[in-house]
């Protein structure tokens, strides 16, 4: 939810001191029944660096912030992305542009639910369909609710796309390739880190 000129919108802006948790109130996807996932590619103001945040459920892999959409976050998915860019990353800033839908590449892995059936969300984790944003940051708080579990860190195109095919993530990789950040050339050296 944009104001029109690509800044969120101060509603969304409100700061909750700890995560949502849990798969209850998430949205599906009512055709496909991949679980709907919202999330920001965060951009320095020149746009040469993104955020990556390190995944807690696999040690050593670095992704971007991103989670589930909740049923009462209404139909415009940012608000969904900003929650959880915050939540995870600390990071706020301005909307610029919805990407492409990028859909999960698991294969086999990842269930298909079947419509009209119940499903244990603790025990099972669907196909998702990922709805990103790009998002230039305004400001990288200092305290955030994941902040004892979570690390980021500023990384060039190339580093976040090494980090990505290293977690074994193209459908971020594919996100990544169709945002604004500027595509360097160079290796993945010189991290900074926050």
């Known amino acids: 939810m944009s104001?029109?000129?690509?800044?969120v919108n101060p509603n969304l802006r409100v700061k909750c001191a700890e995560s949502r948790v849990g798969r209850e109130n998430q949205r599906y996807n009512p055709e496909t029944s991949a679980r709907i996932v919202a999330g920001c590619i965060c951009m320095n103001d020149t746009k040469?660096?993104?955020i990556m945040i390190l995944s807690t459920s696999h040690k050593n892999r670095w992704v971007f912030p991103k989670g589930g959409?909740?049923?009462?976050e209404g139909d415009d998915f940012v608000v969904s992305a900003v929650r959880e860019t915050w939540e995870e990353?600390?990071?706020?800033?301005k909307i610029l542009n919805k990407l492409p839908v990028a859909l999960d590449s698991r294969g086999k892995k990842a269930p298909v639910l079947e419509k009209g059936k119940d499903f244990d969300p603790k025990g099972v984790?669907?196909?998702?369909e990922?709805?990103?944003?790009e998002m230039v940051v305004d400001q990288l708080s200092s305290k955030w609710p994941e902040l004892d579990k979570r690390q980021r860190r500023w990384c060039?195109?190339?580093?976040?796309?090494?980090?990505?095919?290293?977690?074994?993530?193209?459908?971020?990789?594919?996100?990544?390739?169709?945002?604004?950040?500027?595509?360097?050339?160079?290796?993945?050296?010189?991290?900074?880190?926050?």
Do not use: M
């Open 69 to 72: 959409v909740e049923l009462d």
């Open 130 to 133: 990922f709805h990103f944003y």
């Open 125 to 128: 984790i669907p196909k998702s």
């Open 89 to 93: 990353a600390g990071c706020e800033g």
């Open 48 to 50: 040469d660096k993104v």
């Open 156 to 194: 060039t195109y190339s580093e976040a796309k090494h980090e990505l095919l290293k977690a074994k993530r193209p459908e971020l990789v594919e996100a990544l390739d169709s945002s604004c950040v500027i595509k360097d050339a160079e290796g993945i050296a010189g991290v900074d880190e926050y």
């Open 3 to 7: 104001d029109g000129t690509g800044s």
